[in-house]
């Protein structure tokens, strides 16, 4: 799977949010002011080519929709950063973010308890 541009991100953001639109629902997303329709149009192709979207077409209109899942590319994204910046380990991944000073005790708490969630989770599976 290839990674998306910014570009492509975004109009993948707000596809992911519509689930299903055709190219005047995607172009009305963006902020003011708004991307030329001819911009997007060429975005959403891109797409299209990259196989990210798939459509259906109703007479010369199309209607756009993801053909991967937000967390499907999310996942395949963290992944490539993970192995990138932090050697493919989890762990070091996850210590950074515990390291980091951005999170409160508050968040820090609500990490533990989804891990602690998680490894009972596991452990329930493996009994």
Known sequence: ???????EEQVMQYVWKLEKAFLKDIV?????PKP?????STVVRVLVRKEFLKYDTYGKIRQYYPAISKEHYFKKH????????????????????AES???????LEKMKLMIEEKI????????
């Open 36 to 40: 030329a329709y001819t911009t997007i």
């Open 78 to 97: 963290i992944k490539q950063v993970i192995g990138n910046f932090f050697s493919g380990s989890t762990s070091k991944f996850a210590l950074f973010f």
């Open 120 to 127: 009972e989770t596991l452990k329930d599976k493996n009994e």
């Open 1 to 7: 799977m290839s990674e998306l541009t910014k570009a």
């Open 101 to 107: 000073e951005d999170l409160n005790l508050s968040e």
């Open 28 to 32: 009305e997303q963006f902020p003011e």
